[in-house]
């Protein structure tokens, strides 16, 4: 399930194992993530779903929903 495998990406990069992200969680819900973090964020999700996330698409999510969108819209989710 991508939330579950979302939600385990998270915790590993933000060295947290009581992290709960949902749909809604945005940059501003979690104090630590700032850019260097998203950009690790980002690389993390890129290898653990196998996707590359177009540059112009990095920037514009707005929650954790709109992440596992597009990974799912992928057909990546599995």
Same mark, same amino acid.
């Given at each position: 399930?991508?939330?579950?495998?979302?939600?385990?990406?998270?915790?590993?990069?933000?060295?947290?194992?009581?992290?709960?992200?949902?749909?809604?969680?945005?940059?501003?819900?979690?104090?630590?993530?700032?850019?260097?973090?998203?950009?690790?964020?980002?690389?993390?999700?890129?290898?653990?779903? $196998?996707?590359?996330?177009?540059?112009?698409?990095?920037?514009?999510?707005?929650?954790?929903?709109?992440?596992?969108?597009?990974?799912?819209?992928? $057909?990546?989710? $599995?």
């Amino acid at each position: 399930m991508v939330a579950d495998r979302l939600q385990q990406v998270f915790r590993e990069i933000f060295g947290d194992e009581t992290l709960t992200v949902s749909d809604t969680t945005s940059a501003a819900d979690v104090p630590s993530w700032d850019s260097l973090v998203h950009i690790n964020l980002v690389y993390a999700i890129e290898n653990e779903f $196998g996707i590359q996330i177009e540059d112009e698409r990095l920037a514009s999510f707005k929650n954790v929903g709109e992440m596992q969108a597009y990974i799912e819209e992928r $057909g990546k989710g $599995g």
